[in-house]
């Protein structure tokens, strides 16, 4: 929970993300609190133990439901010796391997 907005901080793309979507571990009200300041929706299920009361309901955690299949092209991108390794100096060339990555698993798994 303590790196999502060093995470924030750096990121490279264009714009911030409008939601955020994380496990159980985010589930924090002052997290939740200074993303709102910031514009960013925080979607993350409640832990078991949460003693206040619940701040989400089930239609925004439908959202994190498909969060499994951003984990699992991770995973199946880290079958790749070249993308774990990074043998590649260049970032250009780095991305042009995880781009050739992601169409083999493409290929792979739904043809």
Known sequence: MTLAEPT??????????????????????????????????????????????????????????????????FAWLGNFRRLVVRYERHLVNYLGFVQLGCIIVLLRHYL
């Not at 993300?17 to 925080?42: H, N, Q, T, V, W």
């Open 8 to 73: 924030l901080a750096v990121c490279f793309a264009p714009q911030l993300p409008e939601k955020l979507i994380a496990d159980r571990a985010y589930d924090s009200d002052p997290l939740d609190a200074r993303l709102a300041e910031r514009g960013i929706e925080l979607i993350a299920p409640h832990r078991r133990n949460r003693r206040k009361p619940r701040t989400q309901d089930g239609r925004k955690l439908r959202r994190y439901k498909r969060r499994w299949k951003v984990e699992r092209l």
